[in-house]
């Protein structure tokens, strides 16, 4: 497959690259940013939506930092490790994505911005062709969506990034920035149910960093996956859980790959405690119940959301441990 042109550009700080995408909007010209491009450069050889211009974060200083308690967006996943004074929950999942050489391409900021996924979707062009197309890239055509039809307005590919219920069971924030400046919100907040959307990002704005409590080096945490191949799979349905060891009014659980967002049960959790139920089962059962998959991913809606109670329960009995 060869690459679509595209120009490409390197600005060497947040100010250069705010008034880059600035100056870009200002012409009309359409981009898109690229870290490690493990996920934005396939697609773009897909022809899936590529854009005439790429803005590069690799040479802003800021991106790269590493602590326990502020990660870059340009941090690669092969370095999240407890050595680095990363999070033990993190180091967890980060290795748990793609493969060794992939991970040290692949960011932070690139795995919590990932686009989502569908099989329909992620297809070569000519695959894609062959079915006429569907809403999320119809190449003009108005097709609709091949898993919910006679809608058309809604996309409801699925968002399959590890990273991001783990973030969330430790509290995270993000740093985002852009022309109209910068803005801080809680991870929980930053996605949006749309899979063309994904995101609160405004058009030029980008994740600078994710920024963590100090609290959170505290917590235990646990992850579990279920994929396909335990190679290099996305995650088919994921469960991060994590509290402050001892004080049950601090549980979190997310889950991820299970509709068009990453979501944070905090309604399931409170039930479940208001309810004095410390049997991890009957919460299992309740996260279990909140998700409903599609049929857009490699394994069955109904299989993943049968996992979800098993995933569920072996992540709380992991912190429990
Ligand atoms: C074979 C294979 C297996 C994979 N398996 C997994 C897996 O198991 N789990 C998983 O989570 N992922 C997986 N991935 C997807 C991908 O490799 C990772 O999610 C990776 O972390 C993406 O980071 P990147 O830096 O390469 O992102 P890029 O490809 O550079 O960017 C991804 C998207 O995010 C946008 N973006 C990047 N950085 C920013 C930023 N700072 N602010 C705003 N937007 C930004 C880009 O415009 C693009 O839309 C896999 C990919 C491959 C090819
Ligand atoms: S969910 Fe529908 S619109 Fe979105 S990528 Fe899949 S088929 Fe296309």
Redesign the pocket.
Known sequence: MLMPPFELHHPASVKEAVELAGSLMEQGEAFDWVAGGTDVLPNYKWRINPKPHVISLAGIDEAHALSATEIGCMVPLSSLTEENGVHSLLAEAASKVASSLIRKSATVGGNLCLD?R?F??NQSEDWRRSIDW????DCGTGAD????PNQNTL???TYQGDLAPNFMVLNASVVLIGPEGERTMPLTEFYQLD??KKNVLQTGEFLLKVQLPKESMKRKGCYQKLRVRDSWDFPEAGIAASWLPGDASTLLVASTALESIPRIHTEQVEKHLAAGDLDPVGLAKMVQKSVKP?N?TALPPRYRRSMVKTLTKRALLGILE
Do not use: D, E, L, S
Request: net charge positive; hydrophobic share 40%; glycine share 6%.
């Open positions: 989502t569908c329909w979707y569907c809403h999320k890239a969506c091949r898993v919910i996309c409801v590919a899979g063309m599609v857009n």
